[in-house]
């Protein structure tokens, strides 16, 4: 068993030891609740057309101690079977300081998801309407910038080691956070000892209830063994409505990176809707495209695009278990032709306390 693998068990026992006096304590006093602890199960099977995709399993534990009048404690520990292993990760391991009431002010230092891109908001198997549990372009790397460059996504679901701080009015929210990676960085494990600070700046609008507008931007330095030094700079846009029973929500990215060779510039689009047809059956689609240069070892630069069109009809058997199915239709980076792929999943979620 992995270092990780302890740390996550341990955290997600130490959870559910915690939340039973706590919560019992506070249904008997009638106090606030102190310990929160959900659970997310999930089973994914894709049938792609030109590949093989192995089914997916996902358990996904979220705890949150209150420890002081205004400090709370988050602990994510996520275990995943992907491409026939098992995976551990912790998501999130953080303190928090909450405070004020009509204006809020959050301080959160540790482990957290990055704070920019509407695909954070939904990295969740009970949260994504979707079959697939996230936005592609987040675990879709870009085309070699290149030689040398590590791999970069236009955004990626990274879980940074950071402090975010965040303002919320009725009308307006702000954010800010300094990390040790970018959000641009495809799941790559710094080989320095010191990791650069990336710097993330944004802010909300909300003119109605239901309705968001937000706009962040990232910056830092990307360097990795054996590369030149280079830097990225990411603009992102995003915009949610939800009315009667209809919600849409998309973003805009654009990324621009610094290298050796000159600069090169990546940008995509996300946009979806989500209908529910009765209490129990809805439907969501959601269409991805994205366009970044290929850079060969010769110099040579060729256009790539990035395509998907995922549409699902979901159904809740009950207020916790969600089943869905779904169809794909995809074109990769690199890829010559169209893939169509069929999904089904099943997701069961429950708030304990």
């Not at 695909?119 to 910038?145: K, Q």
């Not at 939800?242 to 973003?251: I, P, Q, Y």
């Not at 169809?327 to 169209?338: C, D, I, M, V, Y």
């Amino acid at each position: 068993m992995t270092h990780a693998s302890r740390l996550a068990g341990a955290a997600l026992l130490l959870a559910t030891l915690a939340a039973r006096p706590a919560s019992a304590q506070s249904a008997a006093t009638g106090e606030a609740r102190r310990v929160s602890f959900d659970t997310v199960i999930g089973v994914q099977d894709m049938l792609f057309e030109n590949a093989d995709w192995p089914t997916q399993v996902i358990i996904d534990a979220a705890a949150t101690w209150q420890v002081g009048r205004h400090l709370f404690v988050n602990v994510r520990p996520v275990f995943w079977r992907v491409n026939g292993g098992w995976e551990t990760l912790i998501d999130q391991v953080s303190l928090r300081y909450e405070a004020g009431r009509e204006t809020r002010v959050r301080i959160e230092a540790g482990r957290f998801p990055v704070p920019i891109g509407l695909g954070m908001t939904e990295n969740r198997a009970s949260v994504n309407p979707g079959v697939l549990w996230c936005h592609r372009l987040y675990y879709s790397p870009l085309p070699s910038l290149g030689p040398g460059m590590p791999l970069q996504s236009l955004a990626s679901a990274v879980y940074p080691v950071g402090v975010t701080a965040t303002l919320t009015a009725s009308a307006w929210d702000g954010r800010a956070a300094l990390m040790d990676r970018a959000p641009v960085d495809f799941w790559t494990v710094p080989t320095r000892l010191t990791a650069p600070t990336h710097v993330v700046v944004g802010g909300g609008y909300t003119p109605r209830q239901g309705m968001r507008i937000g706009v962040a931007g990232a910056w830092g330095e990307l360097r990795d063994a054996g590369s030149d030094a280079s830097d990225y700079r990411m603009l992102n846009v995003e915009a949610d409505w939800a009315f009667a029973a209809t919600r849409l929500s998309g973003e805009w990215t654009r990324d621009r990176f610094r290298t050796s060779r000159g600069g090169r510039t990546s940008y995509g689009w996300t946009a979806q809707v989500r209908q529910t047809l009765a209490p129990r059956w809805f439907v969501h689609s959601r269409a991805t495209r994205g366009s970044s240069p290929q850079v060969a070892e010769s110099g040579r630069v060729t256009p790539r695009t990035f395509l998907s069109i995922d549409s699902t009809l979901g159904y809740l058997v009950t207020p916790d278990v969600t089943v869905r199915a779904g169809h794909t239709a995809l074109r990769g980076w690199t890829a010559a032709s169209t893939d169509h792929q069929l999904g089904v999943s099943i997701v069961w979620a429950r708030r304990w306390w």
